[in-house]
């Protein structure tokens, strides 16, 4: 059992992350749930919040790919984009929509799980939580 017991580490993967900007003032807090997705779920929304600009809530929302190597296989959300779908079959990717994909027997519906608070330029702070899971912010 993965009880929270003092000392004990958890058997579920977590990854809370903390970025500072050249000042040395925290800009981003976020962090993922959702075992082997976090990694991807993470680099999917820090680069289109960092490097496109999204705000943190359009970058947690968008649709999501997962790929590990074993196996082999690309699992997209129901809600990729259909026009890039094709692209995959041209990079010899195969592909599967999460609902139906299963590496442990079981579907993986939620492809990770996203928390967020960014601080913008004048200081206001923004938070955000995946919908994927129905979660809301709270205040601090």
């Known amino acids: 059992k993965d009880y929270k017991i003092p000392g004990k580490r958890p058997m579920s993967k977590v990854s809370p992350m ?21 990694p991807t779920a993470l680099a999917s929304t820090l ?54 994909y299963s590496a442990s027997g079981q579907s993986h519906a939620i492809m990770g799980v996203i928390q967020a608070i960014v601080r913008h330029k004048n200081g206001e702070l923004e938070s955000s939580c995946d919908y994927r899971k129905g979660g809301l912010p709270s205040g601090f």
């Open 47 to 100: 680069s289109f919040y960092l490097f496109l600009h999204d705000n943190i809530t359009t970058a947690i929302s968008r649709p999501r790919l997962h790929c590990q190597l074993f196996p082999p296989t690309v699992v997209i959300e129901a809600t990729f984009p259909s026009t890039i779908r094709p692209l995959l079959n041209q990079f010899k990717h195969q592909y599967v929509t999460n609902d139906t």
């Open 18 to 38: 903390i970025f500072l900007n050249p000042s040395k003032q925290i800009e981003i807090v976020i962090g993922a749930a959702g075992g082997y997705f976090i």
